[in-house]
């Protein structure tokens, strides 16, 4: 799930951060932005600890010294990122994040065949603080979280699925789908079973839409699913 930088890093997750290594992938470069597609099980930022560093923005930065972060993906979910490359440009597009201007779209694999074919999601959402980053509902204290679905092709055993969140909160889309009855397959903190015993979450950011810094044009960017 997309998050802002004023949002806190996800906790300390241990020895087990095993990252992958990989090329850096560019999907767009300009004079202001730059777009990349994150790996599944990389950070998007440094976590603590020296054994935390190696992340999406560290990568990035070695290659492009001047680029700053706009949001976060969580480690794992991959997909499209945006990084500023001037200060400006990073204004800018904190301020469409933080207005819910810019546009994402994500595609999951959930357990089990999910019904009715489109749909929205409105469960407000606070941290599991006793397991963290677990998030759950909490309909007293949360903070709102909305996400449009639809279904794009289904069987008994599992479907793929369109997310569109309306806002950017931690972990929504994962618990949104639990809420459902449809954890996505993979998670290793809301999936069980057979649903859980998959090699990633299969949870990718699709495209980015946002008003481009330099003279404010609507722009478009896609990363196509590796699942």
Known sequence: MTRTPDTPPEPDIGSAYDP????????????EVLIVDKPAGLLSVPGKGEHLADCL???VQEAYPMALLVHRLDRDTSGIMVFALTPHAQRHL???????QAKKTYVARVRGRLEPATGTVDLPLIVDWPN???QMVDHENGRQAVTDWRVLRADA??????????TGRSHQLRVHMLALGHPILGD?????????????LMLHSETLQFRHPDGGKGVRYTAKAPF
């Open 57 to 59: 923005l560290t990568r």
């Open 188 to 200: 290793p903190f809301y999936a069980e079973g057979e649903a859980r015993d998959h090699p990633r």
């Open 20 to 31: 992958p290594i990989e090329p850096l992938v560019v999907i767009h470069e300009d004079h």
């Open 132 to 134: 963290r980053p677990r």
């Open 94 to 100: 904190g301020l469409q994040f933080e207005k819910r």
């Open 157 to 166: 055993d599992e479907s793929r699925v369109r997310l569109m969140p309306k």
